[in-house]
Nanobody, 123 residues
Framework: QVQLVESGGGSVQPGGSLRLSCAAS????????MRWYRQAPGKERDLVAV???????NYVDSVKGRFTISRDNAKNTVYLQMNNLKPEDTAVYYC?????????????????WGQGTQVTVSS
């Protein structure tokens, strides 16, 4: 079983910055893709950024140039640096990690979600 713990959310004024972290723990054999999603009130959960095991990244157009996703493979942690935050970035942010977990003498694929962290951008 793989657990994810998120941290780093909070309230900031427009133009401010926050850094989200998501640490994975448990019987991890390998981690493949790591993603950040967000869900605003009354809306669906949307993909914000993704980073592959090789370090390739991709972003939704609305955050390009402002958000940066990165990962520390030694710590099984993914980050989301958010700069120049806007009120429309207000949402609960969730990390999602996909990989392979140890299971007995073998491995099984897993996909886990973090508990969510609130980001509020308001003046």
């Amino acid at each position: 079983q793989v657990q994810l713990v998120e941290s780093g959310g909070g309230s900031v004024q427009p133009g401010g910055s926050l850094r989200l972290s998501c640490a994975a723990s448990g019987s991890i054999f390998s981690i493949n893709v790591m993603r950040w999603y967000r869900q605003a009130p009354g809306k669906e959960r949307d993909l914000v950024a993704v980073i592959t095991s090789g370090g390739n990244t991709n972003y939704v157009d609305s955050v390009k140039g402002r958000f940066t996703i990165s990962r520390d493979n030694a710590k099984n942690t993914v980050y989301l640096q958010m700069n120049n935050l806007k009120p429309e970035d207000t949402a609960v942010y969730y990390c999602n990690v996909v990989g392979t977990a140890r299971y007995g003498l073998g491995q099984l694929p897993f996909g886990s979600w973090g508990q969510g962290t609130q980001v509020t951008v308001s003046s």
